[in-house]
C-alpha cells in the first residue's frame, strides 16, 4: 500500500476520540518498505549504538541528553528524517490552518530520537516523559503490534494499578500523543509475551486499526516490536558542533 496515499488530510481525522486530549492514531503512515529500510538501518548501527536495559534495547540519536537535559546540537541522520520528519510536518492539524503537531515548539521539528526494541516479554515501566522535551510524542512502530497502557494517578499523586486506557500499537502506524495525555498520564508497556483482552470496548484506538481482524479472541501474541520516538528536546547547546564532536567529517 502507498502510505503517502492513505494519509489523513488533516490530523483531527485521526484523532482518539475516546481519550482525554490530545492523541491521534495513523495506520500505514509508513509503507512496508520504507518500514523495512529504516529497520535495515537500526540493525546496521555499529553495536556500541545499542544499551541494553534490564528489559529492552536502545539506541539514542543524535546522543543522549547531558545532566542537565540538555542536547548537544547535531543534526539527526538523513535516515531518520526520510521519510518520518518530512511526511509528519506535512500534516496538518485541522484544515482550517497549516500548522503540523511541532509549530509551536522551540525548533519546529523533532531533533530526538529513541529507538527502542522489545522482544516479546519486554516492557517498559510506566512513567512520564517529563521537562526536557516540548510536550508532543511522535512514535512510529516497527515489526509487530504493542500495547501501550496509558494510567491515571490516585489522589495522593501515586499511580493507578490498572491501566485507565489502552492503545493498539500497529507496525508501521504513527502514534502522537500531546498535552494532557502527556502532562497529566503515566504510559508504560506490560512485560508479558501477549497483549489479551483487547476487544472494541478496551482498546481506545480500536475504529482507526488497519487490521483488528488479526486481533484473535481479543488476544495479540507479540513479536519483536521496535519503536522510533520522535521528540523536540528544549535545551539545546551549540557546544556539539563547536567542537565538532559529533560532526560527520
Ligand atoms: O516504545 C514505546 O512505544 C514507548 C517508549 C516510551 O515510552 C519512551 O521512550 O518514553
Redesign the pocket.
Known amino acids: 500500500m502507498d502510505a503517502l496515499a492513505s494519509l489523513p488530510s488533516c490530523l483531527e481525522e485521526s484523532r482518539i476520540g475516546s481519550l482525554p486530549a490530545d492523541a491521534f492514531y495513523i495506520k500505514d503512515f509508513i509503507s512496508p518498505e520504507e518500514e523495512q529500510a529504516l529497520l535495515e538501518k537500526i540493525e546496521a548501527a555499529p553495536k556500541p549504538r545499542w544499551k541494553s536495559l534490564a528489559h529492552?534495547r536502545?539506541q539514542t540519536w543524535p546522543s543522549d541528553l547531558t545532566k542537565s537535559n540538555t542536547l548537544l546540537e547535531s543534526a539527526l541522520p538523513n535516515w531518520l528524517l526520510e521519510p518520518v520528519v518530512t511526511r509528519l510536518l506535512s500534516l496538518q492539524t485541522s484544515t482550517k490552518t497549516n500548522d503540523h503537531i511541532f509549530s509551536v515548539s522551540p525548533h519546529g521539528a523533532p531533533n530526538h530520537v529513541?529507538i527502542?526494541e522489545?522482544k516479546p516479554s519486554q516492557g517498559?515501566m510506566p512513567?512520564r516523559?517529563g521537562s526536557a522535551y516540548h510536550p508532543v510524542?511522535c512514535?512510529v512502530?516497527l515489526g509487530s503490534s504493542?500495547t501501550?497502557d496509558i494510567y491515571d494517578t490516585k489522589e495522593d499523586g501515586t499511580r493507578e494499578n490498572e491501566p485507565k486506557y489502552r492503545i493498539f500499537?500497529e507496525p508501521r502506524s504513527l502514534?502522537i500523543t500531546t498535552g494532557k495525555l502527556y502532562t497529566d498520564f503515566l504510559?508504560?508497556?506490560s512485560e508479558n509475551d501477549q497483549d489479551t483482552n483487547l476487544s472494541p470496548e478496551s482498546v481506545s484506538n480500536w475504529d482507526l486499526l488497519a487490521s483488528p481482524e488479526k486481533i484473535t479472541n481479543g488476544t495479540w501474541q507479540r513479536a519483536t516490536?521496535t519503536?522510533l520516538?520522535y521528540r523536540d528536546v528544549i535545551k539545546v547547546s551549540k557546544l556539539g558542533n563547536k567542537f565538532g564532536i559529533f560532526r560527520k567529517r
Open positions: 529492552r536502545l529513541l527502542n522489545y517498559i512513567h516523559d510524542v512514535t512502530s504493542i501501550l500499537q502514534l504510559h508504560g508497556i516490536r519503536s520516538t
